[in-house]
């Protein structure tokens, strides 16, 4: 159980950093960068519903620290119930 505790963590990070790492290059990579696209292919999916729930914010997209904020909670979340089967 702790290896699957481990995956989890493993693959919150990894996702919280690939999310991280997607908001910065949007500032400085053209959108039609090969590495962007890339990696909009895998984040966008998940920020278009986040999109659509957040009210306009005047130019700034905040979907990227809400999605941040959901993966940890969700992470946090299944850490406590697979130690709770320990």
């Known amino acids: 159980m702790l290896v699957i505790i481990r995956?989890?963590?493993a693959v919150v990070s990894i996702v919280?950093?690939?999310v991280f790492i997607y908001a910065l290059l949007s500032f400085f990579?053209?959108?039609y960068h090969p590495i962007r696209e890339t990696l909009a292919k895998i984040i966008e999916p998940?920020?278009?519903p986040i999109?659509?729930?957040l009210p306009p914010t005047g130019g700034i997209d905040l979907s990227p620290l809400v999605l941040i904020i959901l993966i940890q909670?969700?992470?946090a979340i299944?850490?406590?119930l697979l130690r709770?089967?320990?």
């Open 16 to 18: 919280t950093l690939v």
């Open 78 to 80: 299944m850490v406590a």
């Open 73 to 75: 909670i969700l992470g």
């Open 7 to 9: 995956i989890v963590n």
């Open 29 to 31: 990579l053209s959108p």
């Open 84 to 86: 709770s089967f320990i």
């Open 51 to 53: 999109r659509k729930a």
């Open 46 to 48: 998940l920020l278009v």
